[in-house]
């Protein structure tokens, strides 16, 4: 598939709790990304796992389970959702989500936009998003979630944190390394998913999800809120 520009979009799972009002967000969702086809745009969406993910595994006995297997319960949510986010796509997508990243480039043979989860253990799916990106030669690595950008503490527990307009490749992986993987006390991006973007200068923007104006405006070259970060001009990987 010949497109000009191609998307990968990490859909935080935090938006796609299973309340009132989901339904609507993704018809809207939806609405934006297939009129944006027309623009010779091509989408990859990968599922964070959100509540779901969290509901069941805070109901294992962490006694009799690994990490691993844990993650594997993730990994499951993830696909829950990407199940749930392609149907709204009808036709214009694949239907069952992909698996792996592989799986990922192959379907975008066949669709403007493509679905899918989790791949394997000991990552979230920003890593997945970020891997898909530099596989398929992803042109704008996009994060959405529920807050406006990076900041340089988390937001929901320090108001008044200051969020970063801009940062290079390098300084999101600095950042990222600093904060680690700790259990919710990680960065807006995983440690791998900051490797990657840095190793093959994906420029990276991370914005809030549920503003879906805000996304508008970023598809249409206006003005808009979040941070983006830039591959460094003149460098190694620029
Ligand atoms: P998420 O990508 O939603 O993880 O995957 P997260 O970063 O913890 O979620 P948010 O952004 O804070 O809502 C859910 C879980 O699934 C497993 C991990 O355990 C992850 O925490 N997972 C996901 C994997 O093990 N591998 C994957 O490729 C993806």
């Not at 690994?66 to 997508?93: E, K, M, P």
């Not at 992986?173 to 990657?196: N, Q, R």
């Amino acid at each position: 598939m010949n497109r000009l520009t191609r998307y990968v979009i990490s859909l935080g799972g935090s938006l796609l709790t299973p309340e009132e009002g989901l339904s609507d967000y993704l018809g809207a969702f939806s609405d934006l990304l297939v009129e944006r086809l027309e623009e010779d745009e091509q989408y990859f969406i990968v599922t964070g796992g959100g509540e779901i993910a969290r509901r069941y595994m805070s109901l294992v006995d962490k006694g009799g389970m690994s990490q691993y297997s844990l993650d594997g319960i993730g990994i499951l949510a993830t696909r829950l959702n990407a199940f749930v986010v392609a149907s709204y796509f009808g036709d214009l997508s694949n239907k069952e989500p992909f698996t792996t990243v592989e799986e990922a480039a192959l379907l975008g043979e066949l669709y403007p936009i493509v679905v899918g989860g989790g791949t394997v253990p000991g990552h979230s799916t920003d890593a997945v998003a970020a891997l898909v990106a530099e596989r398929v030669g992803g042109e704008v690595f996009l994060n959405l979630t529920t807050v406006d950008g990076v900041y340089e503490r988390d937001p929901r527990k320090h108001p008044g944190a200051k969020m970063y307009r801009e940062l290079n490749t390098e300084e999101l992986l600095k950042l990222t390394m600093e904060k680690g993987f700790g259990a919710g006390g990680h960065m807006v991006i995983d440690p791998l998913a900051a490797i990657v973007i840095h190793r093959s200068s994906i420029r990276t923007v991370v914005m809030n999800g549920r503003d879906l104006e805000n996304l508008r405006s970023f598809f249409e070259g206006k003005e808009f809120r979040g941070t983006v970060i830039n591959p460094i001009e003149g460098g190694e990987n620029g």
